[in-house]
């Protein structure tokens, strides 16, 4: 089968790879379409470890082609989408539902080959089927959205809130529209892309640049003074968290959502005096994958808009990873057509 395989920082070679066989348990899955995120791009550019030789890629959608010995009512041919958590299932970690921190996590497409490829065989409990209306291109954006789900989960009750969101890339995109869903009353996202702010706007938000203004000088204009809620942050600068106490609200939340590369300077007394929590969300359970589908299921969340551009799985041969890794940076989320459905006439084609 073919496999879009990192070989090394910066490189990626499509290879002839032997196609896996499930075991029991196990679902095997004809790969639909796999996204792109920011943590493949940081891998690509040697920003984040990764084994190599690995096949790429933990977003994606496909189809059963079959399944042994699992009692999840899988069927050939049916529309999946999967939650790549490979973790131990015994440590008091797993056992209390908090798998995506048992420190055996395996990360799929960095320690262990990815979805990047024709066929994956995949732990039947970790397939989803996806809904007839449900696309499996849409299909293939339902882990970021647990990521989102998990984020806003841990802020604690959303009921009448009002939300700051900084950053709107996909996940800051996806955390606003859970937010929401699950009765923010007010959601601000703040970003530098004006095009992404549009998109922020279309989706029903209040969007505010902040290039040339300050950030708490803008949640605390949106807000009538009051600061937000709960901050969401989904930039991965450093930079912003220094500004952290001057956007909540007493007694509210901050989340830590993106990942920083870098040490961050964080004024711990200004939020200590305002008695604000300081979380931090990491990955998601498979509880909130399933709250995931739900709510993109019944509307509630809306992920075809992020889909921005979609490339054939053979755009990553001949040399040409560093190409779509950049078309990737340049949008909400590209996605890589392995077996595909029948293409539409935009967003195709190579970058």
Do not use: W
């Not at 709250?291 to 299921?297: G, N, S």
Request: proline residues 7%.
């Amino acid at each position: 089968m073919r496999a879009a395989v990192l070989v090394a920082p910066g490189e990626i070679a499509l290879r002839d790879c032997p196609t896996p066989r499930p075991a029991p348990g196990e679902a095997e899955i004809a790969v639909a379409y796999v996204g792109v995120c920011g943590s493949d791009q940081a891998r690509f550019a040697g920003r984040m470890a990764c084994r190599g030789p690995v096949i790429f890629g933990h977003e994606f959608s496909g189809r059963v082609r079959s399944v042994r010995t699992a009692p999840q009512g899988l069927a050939p041919g049916q529309a999946v989408a999967v939650a790549p958590l490979l973790n131990c299932r015994t440590c008091a970690v797993c056992r209390a539902g908090r798998e995506h921190l048992c420190a055996s996590r395996r990360l799929f497409g960095t320690h262990v080959d990815g979805a990047m490829r024709e066929t994956v065989c995949m732990p039947a409990d970790r397939v989803v089927p996806l809904p007839p209306h449900v696309s499996l291109r849409e299909g293939a954006l339902l882990e970021p959205l647990a990521v989102a789900v998990h984020a806003a989960e841990l802020a604690g009750p959303l009921d009448g809130a009002e939300v700051a969101v900084l950053g709107a890339g996909a996940i800051g995109m996806l955390i606003a529209q859970v937010a929401r869903a699950l009765g923010a009353c007010r959601v601000l996202v703040i970003d530098i892309k004006t095009d992404r702010l549009r998109l922020a706007a279309h989706l029903g938000f209040a969007a505010a640049n902040s290039a040339s203004a300050d950030l708490p000088a803008i949640v605390l204009e949106h807000t009538d003074g009051r600061g937000a809620g709960v901050v969401f942050e989904a930039t991965g600068s450093p930079a912003v968290a220094s500004h952290f106490a001057g956007m909540v609200t007493p007694g509210g939340a901050v989340v830590v959502a993106g990942r920083m590369h870098e040490p961050a300077r964080l004024d711990l007394d200004a939020l200590l005096l305002k008695e604000a929590r300081l979380l931090t969300s990491r990955y998601f359970t498979l509880a909130d994958f399933r709250k995931a589908l739900d709510l993109q299921t019944t509307g509630r969340v809306a992920t075809a808009p992020l889909i921005q551009a979609e490339v054939p799985l053979e755009c990553l041969g001949d040399n040409r990873g560093g190409v779509v890794m950049a078309a990737a940076g340049q949008v909400l989320r590209l996605l890589v057509a392995v077996g595909g459905e029948a293409p539409s006439a935009s967003g195709r084609g190579e970058p």
